[in-house]
């Protein structure tokens, strides 16, 4: 196999998974205590799909057209909900490097080390989580009336290869890039996961599920499939 993947354990897993992220990433998630010797032989059995899926995000990536690398956001244009923000680097005229956020212009400000261009992103992205779990907490509350189903809690972190996830104590976890996605597809991704605390599995009950809460959901999953080409370059892309 000539192509790169990582490995990881995860208590909710039953049976061995393969997730490819936004960029292309692979990883293996195999449930605790499976024996890892065995996961080049599955990977073998899956390379042709492996090839297959990642040939695919990098066709349409090179199909959209690309944003400049290795710079970072004088802009950050969210679409759920809609806003724009604008960001300002101000000289290094201090040691460290400070966010600070005026909220009623949409406006950031960095202050200090603006030099160091990870630091930056590392701080827009710490941002970026409080910002989604502020306007992502109560829509996922939400959602969770409308349709009926409750969860335990929520958090916000920035996953990789996933846009939610949901733990068998009904807690779930959102992707702080969901920010950037429509509007339509973040509720399809919190109905997702609210019907993840009926089943946790992607059973044909899961789906029966899914259906009754969201007729529309198979085209709103294969659209989410690509939805990565919303997500900005420096949310991912690390300037080390």
């Not at 995000?57 to 244009?77: C, H, N, Y």
């Not at 590392?122 to 189903?149: G, M, N």
Request: glycine share 2%; proline share 6%; with cysteine.
């Amino acid at each position: 196999m000539e192509f790169a993947y990582s490995i990881r354990e995860s208590a909710r897993a039953k049976h061995v998974s393969i997730k490819i992220s936004l960029q292309g990433e692979v990883e293996i998630i195999v449930p605790r205590g499976f024996d890892q010797r065995r996961v080049p032989e599955i990977l073998q059995r899956r390379q042709d799909w492996i090839a297959k899926t990642t040939e695919r995000i990098a066709s349409e990536r090179q199909a959209t057209p690309a944003e400049p690398t290795g710079t970072l956001p004088d802009q950050i244009e969210w679409r759920s909900p809609p806003l724009t923000w604008t960001v300002e680097y101000l000289p290094p005229d201090a040691p460290n490097l400070s966010l600070k956020t005026y909220k009623a212009a949409h406006h950031i400000v960095l202050h200090g080390s603006t030099h160091h261009l990870e630091a930056c992103r590392q701080a827009l992205r710490h941002w970026l989580t409080r910002q989604s779990y502020f306007h992502l907490a109560p829509w996922l509350k939400q959602t969770s009336k409308e349709i009926d189903l409750s969860y335990s809690k929520v958090s916000v972190r920035g996953q990789k290869t996933r846009w939610a996830s949901c733990s068998g104590q009904k807690s779930i976890s959102l992707n702080h890039k969901l920010l950037f996605l429509p509007p339509e597809l973040v509720r399809y991704v919190f109905i997702h996961e609210l019907c993840h605390t009926v089943h946790l599995n992607h059973s044909a009950k899961f789906w029966a599920l899914v259906e009754k809460k969201e007729p529309n959901y198979r085209a709103l999953d294969a659209e989410l499939n690509k939805a990565w080409r919303y997500v900005p370059a420096w949310v991912e892309q690390s300037f080390d």
